[in-house]
């Protein structure tokens, strides 16, 4: 089955990931028993997939996978000679060990993006902002990483010459300081400066300020809805 030892860890990819027929499978474990690189070649092959057997499902392969990945990788025009020249392998192994490569660059690329999207990044305080009324208006959540969300939850009437704009106070020393402008009514992410980590207990409110922002750097508008951040439990 192996005509040139150099094949080797290219074939053990090829058993680890099931892209051998039953045949060459039960062969390729037949001369495991006698061939100590052989069999190492699967372990270190085994060892490399280990995420992709942790993480995803098994799925059922279509009998024209192979025929199709062929038909895509080779140019569709006749050899000019009927046979390759003796002592040349056969090319399928030439175009399996790029099929290969393209499929597991592909898996793992999937697998860390699966990964990467279902890991949740909680955040380190929450504030329920709330106008003079009682009324829910917006909630805030602070990643104290140079990142805030705020996420509107009713309608204000802000005129064309005014736009909101969101404030933290992370001490009475270092005074209000702007979590930056809010486009319109819209939920949207804050580019939070670098502060403290929030606290429990902080205050957080959005105010109705000129278009521009605060000309101070202070709140000067009328206060739309304010909170205490909370550590989320």
């Known amino acids: 089955m192996i005509s040139d030892r ?23 474990e037949a001369d495991m028993e006698e ?17 992709l057997d942790m993480s995803i499902e098994p799925a059922a392969v279509n009998d024209s996978l192979w025929s199709r990945i062929e038909a895509s990788l080779q140019p569709q025009v006749k050899p000019a000679q009927p046979s390759p020249p003796p002592g040349l392998n056969d090319n399928r192994a030439g175009w399996r060990l790029t099929a290969i490569s393209a499929i597991a660059a592909t898996v793992i690329l999937a697998v860390g993006l699966a990964f990467s999207l279902m890991r949740t ?5 929450v ?3 709330v106008d003079e009324a009682g009324e829910v208006r917006a909630v805030i959540e602070d990643f104290g990483s140079q990142q805030a969300v705020i996420k509107m939850l009713a309608d204000f009437d802000v005129p064309d010459d005014k736009t909101i704009q969101v404030w933290t106070l992370p ?5 209000p300081v702007s979590l930056g402008l809010i486009d319109g009514i ?6 939070r400066p670098s502060l ?14 000129q278009a521009g922002g605060s000309p101070t750097g202070r709140p000067t508008g009328p206060i739309l809805a304010k909170g205490l951040a909370k550590l989320p439990r």
């Open 6 to 28: 150099k094949d080797i860890p290219a074939i053990a990819d090829e058993y680890v990931l099931g892209l051998l027929d039953h045949g060459e499978a039960a062969q390729l």
């Open 35 to 51: 061939d100590k690189e052989l069999m190492a070649a699967v372990a270190a092959s085994r060892d490399r997939f280990l995420p």
């Open 121 to 125: 990044t909680e955040p380190v305080v």
């Open 127 to 129: 504030a329920v902002l």
């Open 171 to 175: 001490s009475r020393d270092m005074g």
């Open 186 to 191: 819209r939920s949207a992410r804050l580019d």
């Open 196 to 209: 403290p980590l929030p606290r429990n207990g902080q205050l957080y409110e959005i105010t109705l300020e």
